[in-house]
C-alpha cells in the first residue's frame, strides 16, 4: 500500500504540518487515533467539509481510528476564522439542533464498523461542565496573550473597526482544550482541519506539551481552488449544502457535472475515491474525448453517490436524461422533477390552453406566428414529444407528476409549465 502521506499529498490533501517524518514514523508504528472537529454553525456540512471528511476517510482505511468532533460547546461560541465580524451567536437548542443534524450527516459519511470504527465525540460533553474558574486556572493560564494577539486571525480582527471580542478570542482556548481533552480520553495524536485553523491546532498541540509533557500531531488540508485561483464551489445561491432539503441531489450532481476540464482531474484526486489508475484513465479521455465529458460524469456520480446514496444517483441521472429526451419523464417522481426544472423558465397554464400560447408564455417563443412555424418545422416538443398540430391544447394526460409539463424548443431549450 502506498504510504498514507505520500497519497494524501498526492491528492493535493496536505497543506501544513509538523513534523512530517515524525508523523510518517507514527502512522507507520500501528493505528493512531486522530480527529478533526465540526462546529455547528448551520443546519448542514457544505461541500468544503467533505474535504475534511475525506482525508479522515483516507486515513481510516489506512488502519487508523477517527474521532469526528461536532462542536456543541464552540459552536455556541463561534470561531473568528475568516470573519471580517463578530458571529451572532445562536440561541442553545438551535445549536444543539444543528450538532444533531451535522452528527447524522458525518455517520454516513465515515465507517462506523469494522477494525477501526468512527466515533461521534461533542465538546459540550467536558466544556459545559467546566466552571470558569477551572477554566481560567486548569487551561487559561497555559496560555500567553502576546501568542494569541499574534495569530492572524486576532491580528486582522483588531485592525478592523470592530475589533473582536472576548468571547471570539477565547475560541481558541476552547478549541485546544478539546485536543487535550481527546488525548485524555482517547489516546488522540493527531488533529486535522482546514488550513484556517493552523493557528487553533498548534494551540492544542502547545497545550499538550505544556500539560502532559508529550508531543502530538497537527496537518491541514488546504482551501480548494480552481485552475484560476477562485474559491470552488462558489453559486450564485450560496453554498453547496449536503442536506438535500436545502440543496437537491439534482442540484448537487450538476453542480460536479458542471465542472470545468481545466479543474476535474484535480477535483477527482480530491473528492472520490478513485485509484491513481483510474484518475490517469480519466484524464486520458478527457484529453482525447472532452465532449463526452467522463471524468466530470465520474465525479459528479461518486460524489453524490457518498453524499446522497446510490438510489439517489440514480435518480437525478434519470432526470438528467429524461429532461432532453434520453428517457420517460413520467417514470420520475414528483419531487426529482421538481427539482429538475427548478431553474428552468417556469410559466402557470391551464387544461385546455393551446400549446404555442404556452411556449411564448414562457419565454421560448417571441410570438405566436412563431411559435407556429417552429411546429411546422419540427422544433418543438411536449414532455418530448414532437408537436405536430399547432392547434393542439394542454390536455389533462399531459400532466407530468407533480402537475407540470416539459416544453423544449430545439434540443437544449427547456422551459416548464405548472398547471393550475
Same mark, same amino acid.
Not at 82 to 87: A, F, M, P, S, V
Not at 157 to 174: A, M
Not at 280 to 289: G, I, N, V, W
Given at each position: 500500500?502506498?504510504?498514507?502521506? @505520500?497519497?494524501?499529498?498526492?491528492?493535493?490533501?496536505? &497543506?501544513?504540518?509538523?513534523?512530517?517524518?515524525?508523523?510518517?514514523? &507514527?502512522?507507520?508504528?500501528?493505528?493512531?487515533?486522530?480527529?478533526?472537529?465540526?462546529?455547528?454553525?448551520?443546519?448542514?456540512?457544505?461541500?468544503?467539509?467533505?474535504?475534511?471528511?475525506?482525508?479522515?476517510?483516507?486515513?481510516?482505511? /489506512?488502519?487508523?481510528?477517527?474521532?469526528?468532533?461536532?462542536?456543541?460547546?464552540?459552536?455556541?461560541?463561534?470561531?473568528?476564522?475568516?470573519?471580517?465580524?463578530?458571529?451572532?451567536?445562536? %440561541? !442553545?437548542?438551535?445549536?444543539?439542533?444543528?450538532?444533531? /443534524?451535522?452528527?447524522?450527516?458525518?455517520?454516513?459519511?465515515?465507517?462506523?464498523?469494522?477494525?477501526?470504527?468512527?466515533?461521534?465525540?461533542?465538546?459540550?460533553?467536558?466544556?459545559?461542565?467546566?466552571?470558569?474558574?477551572?477554566?481560567?486556572?486548569?487551561?487559561?493560564?497555559?496560555?500567553?496573550?502576546?501568542?494569541?494577539?499574534?495569530?492572524?486571525?486576532?491580528?486582522?480582527?483588531?485592525?478592523? @473597526?470592530?475589533?473582536?471580542?472576548?468571547?471570539?478570542?477565547?475560541?481558541?482556548?476552547?478549541?485546544?482544550?478539546?485536543?487535550?481533552?481527546?488525548?485524555?480520553?482517547?489516546?488522540?495524536?493527531?488533529?486535522?482541519?482546514?488550513?484556517?485553523?493552523?493557528?487553533?491546532?498548534?494551540?492544542?498541540?502547545?497545550?499538550?506539551?505544556?500539560?502532559?509533557? #508529550?508531543?502530538?500531531?497537527? $496537518?491541514?488540508?488546504?482551501?480548494?481552488?480552481?485552475?484560476?485561483?477562485?474559491?470552488?464551489?462558489?453559486?450564485?445561491?450560496?453554498?453547496?449544502?449536503?442536506?438535500? %432539503?436545502?440543496?437537491?441531489?439534482?442540484?448537487?450532481?450538476?453542480?460536479?457535472?458542471?465542472?470545468?476540464?481545466?479543474?476535474?482531474?484535480? $477535483?477527482? #484526486?480530491?473528492?472520490?475515491?478513485?485509484?491513481?489508475?483510474?484518475?490517469?484513465?480519466?484524464?486520458?479521455?478527457?484529453?482525447?474525448?472532452?465532449? &463526452?465529458?467522463?471524468?466530470? #460524469?465520474?465525479?459528479?456520480?461518486?460524489?453524490?453517490?457518498?453524499?446522497?446514496?446510490?438510489? /439517489?444517483?440514480?435518480?437525478?441521472?434519470?432526470?438528467?436524461? /429524461?429532461?432532453?429526451?434520453?428517457?420517460?419523464?413520467?417514470?420520475?417522481?414528483?419531487?426529482?422533477? !421538481?427539482?429538475?426544472?427548478?431553474?428552468?423558465?417556469?410559466?402557470?397554464?391551464?387544461?385546455?390552453?393551446?400549446?404555442?400560447?404556452?411556449?411564448?408564455?414562457?419565454?421560448?417563443?417571441?410570438?405566436?406566428? !412563431?411559435?407556429?412555424?417552429?411546429?411546422?418545422?419540427?422544433?418543438?416538443?411536449?414532455?418530448?414529444?414532437?408537436?405536430?398540430?399547432?392547434?393542439?391544447?394542454?390536455?389533462?394526460?399531459?400532466?407530468?407528476?407533480?402537475?407540470?409539463?416539459?416544453?423544449?424548443?430545439?434540443?437544449?431549450?427547456?422551459?416548464?409549465?405548472?398547471?393550475?
Amino acid at each position: 500500500m502506498t504510504d498514507i502521506l @505520500d497519497e494524501l499529498q498526492w491528492r493535493g490533501l496536505i &497543506a501544513q504540518h509538523t513534523d512530517i517524518d515524525a508523523l510518517r514514523a &507514527a502512522l507507520a508504528e500501528g493505528p493512531v487515533t486522530f480527529y478533526c472537529g465540526f462546529d455547528p454553525t448551520a443546519a448542514s456540512l457544505h461541500h468544503g467539509h467533505l474535504v475534511a471528511v475525506k482525508v479522515m476517510r483516507h486515513l481510516q482505511m /489506512a488502519g487508523h481510528n477517527p474521532l469526528a468532533l461536532v462542536g456543541g460547546a464552540t459552536g455556541l461560541i463561534g470561531d473568528p476564522s475568516g470573519r471580517k465580524e463578530e458571529r451572532n451567536l445562536n %440561541e !442553545a437548542d438551535v445549536v444543539a439542533g444543528w450538532a444533531a /443534524a451535522l452528527r447524522g450527516q458525518l455517520e454516513s459519511l465515515l465507517d462506523f464498523e469494522g477494525e477501526h470504527p468512527a466515533r461521534i465525540v461533542n465538546n459540550l460533553d467536558w466544556t459545559g461542565p467546566m466552571s470558569t474558574i477551572d477554566f481560567l486556572r486548569d487551561i487559561g493560564k497555559n496560555f500567553r496573550l502576546g501568542t494569541m494577539l499574534s495569530k492572524d486571525t486576532v491580528a486582522r480582527r483588531l485592525e478592523s @473597526d470592530e475589533g473582536i471580542s472576548f468571547t471570539e478570542f477565547s475560541y481558541q482556548i476552547l478549541q485546544a482544550n478539546d485536543y487535550l481533552q481527546l488525548y485524555r480520553r482517547y489516546g488522540c495524536t493527531l488533529e486535522v482541519g482546514g488550513n484556517d485553523q493552523w493557528g487553533n491546532l498548534v494551540g492544542g498541540m502547545d497545550l499538550i506539551r505544556k500539560v502532559e509533557g #508529550k508531543s502530538v500531531h497537527v $496537518m491541514t488540508n488546504p482551501l480548494i481552488t480552481k485552475s484560476d485561483g477562485t474559491k470552488f464551489g462558489k453559486t450564485a445561491g450560496g453554498a453547496i449544502w449536503l442536506n438535500p %432539503e436545502m440543496f437537491s441531489p439534482y442540484r448537487f450532481y450538476q453542480f460536479w457535472l458542471n465542472t470545468a476540464d481545466d479543474d476535474v482531474i484535480h $477535483m477527482l #484526486k480530491v473528492f472520490t475515491f478513485r485509484t491513481r489508475e483510474e484518475i490517469a484513465e480519466l484524464e486520458t479521455a478527457l484529453a482525447e474525448r472532452p465532449h &463526452a465529458r467522463e471524468a466530470q #460524469k465520474a465525479l459528479a456520480e461518486d460524489v453524490t453517490t457518498w453524499v446522497h446514496g446510490a438510489d /439517489a444517483t440514480e435518480r437525478v441521472k434519470a432526470a438528467s436524461r /429524461a429532461l432532453f429526451g434520453g428517457g420517460g419523464l413520467e417514470s420520475l417522481d414528483a419531487r426529482t422533477l !421538481a427539482d429538475a426544472v427548478a431553474e428552468l423558465p417556469r410559466a402557470e397554464g391551464a387544461v385546455g390552453t393551446p400549446l404555442i400560447e404556452l411556449f411564448v408564455a414562457t419565454g421560448l417563443e417571441k410570438g405566436l406566428g !412563431a411559435a407556429r412555424r417552429t411546429v411546422a418545422s419540427g422544433g418543438l416538443y411536449l414532455n418530448n414529444v414532437k408537436i405536430d398540430d399547432g392547434a393542439k391544447v394542454l390536455g389533462l394526460s399531459d400532466l407530468l407528476p407533480g402537475g407540470v409539463v416539459l416544453l423544449r424548443r430545439g434540443k437544449k431549450n427547456l422551459a416548464v409549465v405548472g398547471v393550475v
